[in-house]
C-alpha cells in the first residue's frame, strides 16, 4: 500500500532551522505532486508548500515564502522542506501528501491523495 513517512521535525528555537524529509513507497513518486501541510493545535490543517515534478513548479503559502523550500528527489522518492527563520507561529504537526499529478491542485488542499502521519514541529521563543 502508499505509505508516506515524515521525519525531521524536532524542537528548535526561534530563529533555528529545521530539515523535514517524507519518503513515499508503493506509488510512483514522478507522478505525484508532492505537498507539505501543518495542522496547530485547535487549527484547521493548512497548506504550507508544494512542487510538482513534470515542470518544476512550486507553490508556497504566504506565511512560509522567503523562508522556507520544496525539493524532490525522484530517485530518493523523497520530499524535503527546508525551514529556516522559525518562528513560533510554526509549531505544528507537519504532513506531507501525494496527489495524482492530474488531479491534484497545486497551491491548496485540493486533489491529494495520501497522507503521512505528521512530525511535530515545535518552535521556542
Known amino acids: 500500500q502508499v505509505q508516506l513517512v515524515e521525519s525531521g521535525g524536532g524542537l528548535v528555537q526561534a530563529g533555528g532551522s529545521l530539515r523535514l524529509s517524507c519518503t513515499a513507497s508503493?506509488?510512483?513518486?514522478?507522478?505525484?505532486?508532492m505537498g507539505w501541510f501543518r495542522q496547530a493545535p485547535g487549527k484547521e490543517r493548512e497548506f504550507v508548500a508544494a512542487?510538482?515534478?513534470?515542470?518544476?513548479?512550486?507553490s508556497y503559502a504566504q506565511f512560509v515564502k522567503g523562508r522556507f523550500t520544496i525539493s524532490r528527489d525522484n530517485a530518493k522518492n523523497t520530499v524535503y522542506l527546508q525551514m529556516t527563520s522559525l518562528k513560533a507561529e510554526d509549531t505544528a504537526v507537519y504532513y506531507c501528501?501525494?496527489?495524482?499529478?492530474?488531479?491534484?491542485?497545486?497551491?491548496?488542499?485540493?486533489?491529494?491523495?495520501?497522507w503521512g502521519q505528521g512530525t511535530q514541529v515545535t518552535v521556542s521563543s
Open positions: 508503493g506509488l510512483t513518486f514522478s507522478s505525484y505532486t
Open positions: 512542487i510538482r515534478w513534470s515542470v518544476g513548479t512550486t
Open positions: 501528501a501525494a496527489g495524482y499529478w492530474r488531479t491534484v491542485s497545486i497551491g491548496s488542499a485540493l486533489g491529494y491523495d495520501y
